[in-house]
């Protein structure tokens, strides 16, 4: 269940693509499109206190503020984000699988985030303790396909779950009331090209890989020979989505 990640190196790639990542970064905001409505349609706008954990830079903040009805909304990332000093808006930074929470929340909510997560079984059931009866934990995280080109090339990859894994983590504490997957292609000029995208989106988070000028004929050559189609070079995203009651 645990995978050794430098949280620190993970925040510093994320620091240095903020500007970028919020113009580049197209399947976070299509994946905070997905889960937002889902959620408004099955328990709606009300809330009193939420929490949003992994608020980057900001595509499910925005659908929290612009439509939510709540009293309290604490954002949570590794390092402060902005908020434009919004309204009952509150920052709490820091890593939210050692942070406490104080109170207690009817909604908490996480998009593209849980996947850095450490002990992914052990956080799911730390938010237990932060929700109140009937809370509702609504995520995505990403799944086993997910940016499977650059796995095979160079070895690197987070430990992804299967959806089944993931639903039989929560089913210990929650009652999931919606789950799906989806695949996402991206389609790029050339592997420079999917290297800066990974880049500008601070996905390359992993360790501190040094690419020499082998490694990059290497991965030029593997990508363009293996991932090509019609000209475009194909990158794989997989988002899993989870929608859970506390029970």
Partial sequence: MEQLINKQFVAKRF???LESYHKKAVIQERIAGVLFPKLVEIFGFNYDRILEVGAG??????????????????????YPVLTNSYK???????DAEMLDFPGNYD????????QWFENLQKSLLRFTNYLNHKGVLAFSTFGE??????????????????LAQVHDLLAKDYSVVYEDEMEFTMCFRTPYDVLKHLKQT???????FRWTRSKLSEFDMLYNSNY??????LLTYHPMFFIAIKE
């Fill in 88 to 94: 009952n808006v509150i920052q709490k930074p820091g």
């Fill in 228 to 233: 090509k189609c019609n000209d475009d070079c």
């Fill in 145 to 162: 396909k997910n940016l499977l080109q650059i796995k095979e090339i160079t070895g690197k990859t987070l430990h992804y779950f299967t």
């Fill in 57 to 78: 830079s900001g595509f499910l903040t925005q659908q929290i503020i612009s439509n939510l009805n709540y009293s309290e909304l604490v954002l949570n990332d590794l």
């Fill in 15 to 17: 620091r240095e693509s």
């Fill in 202 to 208: 601070g996905v390359n988070a992993l360790g501190n």
């Fill in 107 to 114: 909604l908490i909510l996480s998009t593209s985030t849980f």
